[in-house]
Nanobody, 128 residues
Framework: QVQTVESGGGSVQAGGSLRLTCTAF????????MGWFRRTPGSEREGVAV???????NYADSVKGRFTISKDNTKKKVFLQMNSLKPEDTAMYYC??????????????????????WGQGTQVTVSS
């Protein structure tokens, strides 16, 4: 059964760090580009970071220099290291797999339309 499960969320003070983990079941992240997205109530889904099959990465401007996406294909995991967290980073964070097996992600990856097999999300709350 194909499933994507996020973990690692929690509550942290501004300036703190969290590491989110996305675990793939029934597939290997080595065959897909993978993305992290976030959403707050009443807002649109926002693309946070993406990693291609070749390890290439891209980030939303709002998190560049603070967040790092990486993966461990042998463990079927994708990580999002979040440093220097801000209250505006508070959101539900989702991991998703590309719907195809292209090597790299499209230019509009941040829209999320190229992704499927979304996880249930993990909540991140940053207090000031």
């Amino acid at each position: 059964q194909v499933q994507t499960v996020e973990s690692g969320g929690g509550s942290v003070q501004a300036g703190g760090s969290l590491r989110l983990t996305c675990t793939a079941f029934g597939y290997s992240p080595s065959y897909y580009y993978m993305g992290w997205f976030r959403r707050t109530p009443g807002s649109e889904r926002e693309g946070v970071a993406v990693i291609g099959r070749d390890g290439s990465t891209n980030y939303a401007d709002s998190v560049k220099g603070r967040f790092t996406i990486s993966k461990d294909n042998t463990k079927k995991k994708v990580f999002l290291q979040m440093n220097s967290l801000k209250p505006e980073d508070t959101a539900m964070y989702y991991c998703a797999r590309a719907v195809n097996s292209f090597t790299s992600y499209p230019a509009d990856w941040y829209l999320g339309t190229a992704f499927g097999d979304w996880g249930q999300g993990t909540q991140v709350t940053v207090s000031s």
